[in-house]
C-alpha cells in the first residue's frame, strides 16, 4: 500500500509539473518582456496573392492610425505660433556608469549612440540654419565633445570614438558648461539644450539651483528625455526653462521621444524678439585651387566657400566666418527652412462617397498606384483639403516628411495657398 501511495504522489507530483509548465508557456508576457525575451518579427509578415511578404493588415493599420493621430496633433499644435529657425543646440549626453545597465539592449550606451547619430541626420535635415554640439558626462566631469558646428559627419565620427562609460554623474557641471557656451551665442539665435539622462541621481559641486537658475536667466531652453525613471531634479529643470520632460519605455520608444525634438520648438513669447539677421551668400572656391582654411588652419587644395566680406575660406556651410564673424549660409538652407513656418494641411481620411453619383480616382495622384475603396480594411485612402486629390498612405508620410509639398496644390495655378 505504502509503495502505490508514494507511486500515486511520484505521478501526481509529474501531473503537478506539468501544468506549472503548461501554465507558465500559456501566461501572456507583459510588453517589456515581450520586447526583450521572444523578438518574434516574422509573426507580422504575411504572404499575399502574389507571393509577396506584407506586414501583417492589423499591425499595419496600428501603425496608420498612430501616424495620423501624431500628424494631427502636431498640425493643431503648430498653427499661428512662431518658431526659431536659427538654433543652437547642445546634446548633453550621460555616460557614467549607469549607462552600462542592460535594461536597453545590448546597453544603454550603445542605444543611446545609435539613436544621437539618426537624431543629428534628420536634425539637420530639418534645420539647415542650426548649429549642434556634443557635451559628454563621465566620472563626475562633463566636457565638450564637439563645438557648435553644422557637420553631422564630425558629430557621428567623434561621439563613435568615445563610447565608454565609467563613474556618477554631475548634472549641474553639464549646465554650468553649455551655458558657459551658449551665453555668447547671438540674441537672434534659440539657445537649447537636449539631456539624454541615464542616471538616477546626480553627484553636484555645488547647489544645482542655482544652475538652474542661470540658465533660466540666459533663456536657454532645457530638455531631458530619461531612460531610467523620472527624476524630480530634471522636472523641476524643464519647467523653469520651458522644456519638455520624458521618460523612455524601451528603445524604439526612445528614438521616438528623441525625434520630437527635431523640429524647431515654440518660440517662448518673451524671448521671440524678431530681428534682422546679416547673412552672406559665398561662392563655392574653383577646383585646384589651393587655400588655407580657416576652419582648420591648414591649406587644401580645392572646394571650400569664400566669404563675401573678407574672402577667408571656409571648408563647409552653414557656418559663421571665423575672420569676420558673418554668417554664411546657402539659398537652399533657406528654402529648405521655409516648410516650418507653412506646413503642409493634414490630408482627410476618405470613409465614403460623398453621393452615389462622385466617381472617386481609382489611383493615388502621387505614385499612381491603386487606391482602396473608402472605408476598406486593406488600407487608407486620404485626400487633400484644398486640391480634393486623393493619395496612398505611403504618399502621404512622403509628401508630409519629405517632400513638405503638395503635387495637386503644386500643379493646380488656381489653387490659393
Known amino acids: 500500500m505504502e509503495k502505490e501511495n508514494k507511486k500515486k504522489r511520484g505521478a501526481h507530483g509529474e501531473e503537478d509539473d506539468e501544468e506549472d509548465e503548461d501554465g507558465e508557456e500559456g501566461k501572456e508576457l507583459e510588453a517589456w518582456e515581450r520586447a526583450y525575451a521572444d523578438e518574434r518579427s516574422w509573426e507580422t509578415l504575411q504572404e499575399d496573392e502574389e507571393g509577396l511578404l506584407n506586414l501583417d493588415k492589423k499591425h499595419q493599420q496600428q501603425q496608420q492610425r498612430q501616424y495620423r493621430r501624431r500628424l494631427q496633433s502636431a498640425a493643431a499644435a503648430a498653427s499661428n505660433i512662431q518658431r526659431g529657425l536659427i538654433r543652437y543646440l547642445y546634446i548633453v549626453i550621460d555616460f557614467s556608469r549607469a549607462a552600462a545597465e542592460k535594461d536597453f539592449k545590448p546597453n544603454r550606451m550603445v542605444v543611446v549612440a545609435n539613436c544621437v547619430e539618426a537624431f543629428v541626420r ?99 531652453r532645457c530638455s531631458v528625455v530619461g531612460l531610467s525613471a523620472e527624476i524630480y531634479i530634471c522636472k523641476h529643470l524643464c519647467e523653469e526653462t520651458g522644456g519638455n520632460y520624458s521618460v523612455a519605455i524601451d528603445e524604439s520608444h526612445f528614438k521616438d521621444l528623441l525625434l520630437e525634438h527635431c523640429p524647431p520648438p515654440p518660440a517662448i513669447a518673451e524671448f521671440a524678439v524678431a530681428s534682422l539677421v546679416k547673412m552672406g551668400f559665398p561662392q563655392r572656391g574653383a577646383e585646384g585651387v589651393i587655400a588655407i582654411c580657416a576652419c582648420h588652419k591648414e591649406v587644401k587644395i580645392g572646394g571650400g566657400y569664400t566669404c563675401p566680406r573678407c574672402k577667408a575660406r571656409v571648408c563647409e556651410l552653414p557656418t559663421e566666418c571665423h575672420i569676420c564673424g558673418l554668417t554664411l549660409v546657402s539659398s537652399p538652407h533657406l528654402a529648405r527652412s521655409y516648410h516650418h513656418l507653412f506646413p503642409v494641411t493634414p490630408f482627410e481620411e476618405v470613409l465614403s462617397r460623398t453621393s452615389s453619383n462622385d466617381r472617386l480616382p481609382r489611383t493615388c495622384f502621387g505614385c499612381q498606384q491603386f487606391l482602396p475603396n473608402p472605408g476598406s480594411k486593406v488600407g487608407v485612402r486620404l485626400a487633400c483639403p484644398k486640391c480634393k486629390h486623393h493619395f496612398c498612405f505611403d504618399c502621404d508620410i512622403y509628401i508630409h516628411e519629405s517632400l513638405h509639398n503638395c503635387p495637386g496644390c503644386e500643379s493646380s495655378p488656381a489653387i490659393t495657398l
Open 122 to 220: 534628420e536634425f539637420f535635415d530639418q534645420n539647415p540654419l542650426s548649429q549642434l554640439g556634443i557635451v559628454i558626462i563621465k566620472n563626475g566631469v562633463a566636457h565638450r565633445l564637439t563645438d557648435l558646428s553644422g557637420s553631422p559627419e564630425s558629430h557621428i565620427k567623434a561621439l563613435g570614438n568615445n563610447l565608454e562609460c565609467s563613474g556618477d554623474s554631475s548634472l549641474q557641471n553639464a549646465l554650468d558648461l553649455v551655458h558657459g557656451y551658449l551665453s555668447q551665442i547671438p540674441s537672434y539665435g534659440h539657445r537649447e539644450v537636449l539631456v539624454l539622462y541615464s542616471a538616477l541621481s546626480t553627484c553636484d559641486p555645488g547647489d544645482i539651483m542655482e544652475s538652474i537658475k542661470k540658465c533660466k536667466d540666459s533663456k536657454m
